[in-house]
C-alpha cells in the first residue's frame, strides 16, 4: 500500500524516533509499504517518520541510483553498484573520512535541492528486516543516503546542514511547503 509523505511543517519530522521491538507492529507489511511508497515517489530512501510512525525504520535502495549513472560517472564511488537494504534501530558508530558535497533532495521537502556536505564513511549499527544484529561501514553515495535517512529518525532533515543565510532564502518555499501550497505526483500529508 503506498502511504502518504509527511510534508515539512509535521511536528513528527522534528521527532527523535523511537527504537522497535519485534512484534511492535506488523513490520513486514510496514516494510513492504515503505519500499512500494518510496518507489511510487521517485526515492533512493525514506524512513518511517516520514509516513508518520514515529520508530527507527528507513530504507535506502542505491542501486537504482548506479544503474542511472554513465559509466565513467559510476567510477567516481567505491560503493558502486550500490545497496538495497532496511535499517532497524540504527545507531552511528563512528564517522570518518573528508566531508564532501553532493545535491540533496528530500520527499518530504519537494522541489527543494541544495548541496550538502557530509563525512564519506559511516559505520553503522543496526538490525535487519530479519532481526539479525549488523554492524557495518558504508562509504560514498550509500553513506550519504544512509545519513540522509538517520537524520529523519533524529528528527533532522537535509535543510538542517545549510548555512542561516541558504535557509532564510528557502524560508518562502519552506512556508509553501508546510501549507500544502506545492504541486507533486505523490501522495503527500499535510499538516495544516
Same mark, same amino acid.
Given at each position: 500500500m503506498i502511504l502518504p509523505i509527511v510534508a515539512y511543517g509535521h511536528p513528527i519530522l522534528r521527532n527523535v @524516533? @523511537? !527504537?522497535?521491538? !519485534?512484534?511492535?507492529?506488523?513490520? %513486514?507489511?510496514f516494510i513492504e509499504d515503505m519500499w512500494e511508497t518510496m518507489y511510487a515517489s521517485n526515492g533512493v530512501g525514506l524512513a518511517a517518520p516520514q509516513v508518520n510512525q514515529p520508530i527507527r525504520v528507513f530504507t535506502v535502495d542505491t542501486v537504482q541510483l548506479f544503474e542511472s549513472m554513465e559509466e565513467s560517472e559510476r567510477k567516481n564511488y567505491a560503493d558502486a553498484p550500490g545497496l538495497k537494504a532496511v535499517f532497524i534501530n540504527a545507531t552511528i558508530i563512528e564517522l570518518t573520512g573528508e566531508p564532501w558535497p553532493y545535491s540533496e533532495g528530500c520527499l518530504s521537502i519537494p522541489k527543494i535541492h541544495e548541496s550538502v556536505s557530509r563525512p564519506a564513511t559511516v559505520r553503522l549499527q543496526y538490525i535487519n528486516e530479519k532481526? %539479525? !544484529?549488523? %554492524?557495518?561501514?558504508?562509504?560514498?553515495?550509500?553513506a550519504r543516503v544512509i545519513l540522509h535517512e538517520y537524520d529523519h529518525i533524529e528528527g533532522k532533515l537535509f535543510i538542517d546542514h545549510l548555512t542561516p543565510l541558504k535557509r532564510k532564502l528557502l524560508k518562502s518555499k519552506l512556508t509553501d511547503i508546510s501549507k500544502g501550497k506545492v504541486s507533486v505526483d505523490y501522495k503527500m500529508k499535510f499538516h495544516l
Open positions: @524516533a @523511537a !527504537p522497535i521491538q !519485534p512484534g511492535q507492529l506488523d513490520l %513486514e507489511k532481526f %539479525e !544484529p549488523m %554492524e557495518t561501514v558504508f562509504t560514498g553515495i550509500t
